[in-house]
């Protein structure tokens, strides 16, 4: 393997960015990334969308059991991808039942790197690392995991944190 083709091979990789928004929050840090770091967006939704009041009764439930729904798109096929950055806002403080069943439908994602992240309004708890287990459990590593509460996005720094753990996971 030569020199010229390592670097022209990292200097060409580009992550895809896969997440669920619910209120357009994680869809506004999947697009920061997207701008920053380049690569393609996947969003991720229910298949029976919810009103506000189901997704603080049902979505919260089905988060909290750690469940999946029906999403759109079905399956994700990451094979042209050497690196996933994946996010979801918490519910319950767990990743909701969409992202879960993103995991699930994740196809030739097996010895891919990940970056995953969770936006919330205070405490994400156990969001990341029930997600990593699942990513793991897939055949994934997970190199990279950043909480964002509501009071750093608004400040931003947060924001920074994340691009430059997915820039730093793009080189590696």
């Known amino acids: 393997m030569s020199l010229l083709y390592l670097v022209s091979h990292l200097c060409t990789m580009q992550p895809v960015i896969i997440f669920h928004s619910y209120s357009g929050v994680t869809r506004g840090i999947a697009n920061a990334v997207m701008t920053a770091c380049g690569g393609d ?21 089905r988060a909290l059991r750690e469940e999946s729904e029906p999403i759109d798109p079905e399956c994700i096929d990451v094979a042209s991808y050497d690196l996933m950055v994946i996010g979801t806002p918490v519910w319950a403080w767990k990743a909701t039942p969409a992202i879960n069943a ?3 439908a994740l ?5 891919r790197k990940a970056v995953i992240f969770a936006t919330c309004g205070a405490q994400a708890k156990d969001t ?4 990593r287990r699942s990513l793991e459990a897939r055949g994934v590593l997970v ?5 964002l509460t509501k009071k750093e996005i608004e400040v931003g720094t947060k924001i920074q944190d994340l691009i430059s753990c997915v820039s730093s996971a793009m080189v590696r």
């Open 41 to 61: 967006l996947i969003e991720v939704t229910p298949k029976e969308r919810y009103s506000k009041m189901s997704a603080y009764t049902l979505g919260c439930y």
């Open 143 to 147: 190199v990279g995991e950043v909480v």
């Open 102 to 104: 993103a995991i699930l």
């Open 107 to 111: 196809k030739n994602c097996e010895g």
């Open 128 to 131: 990341l690392l029930i997600m």
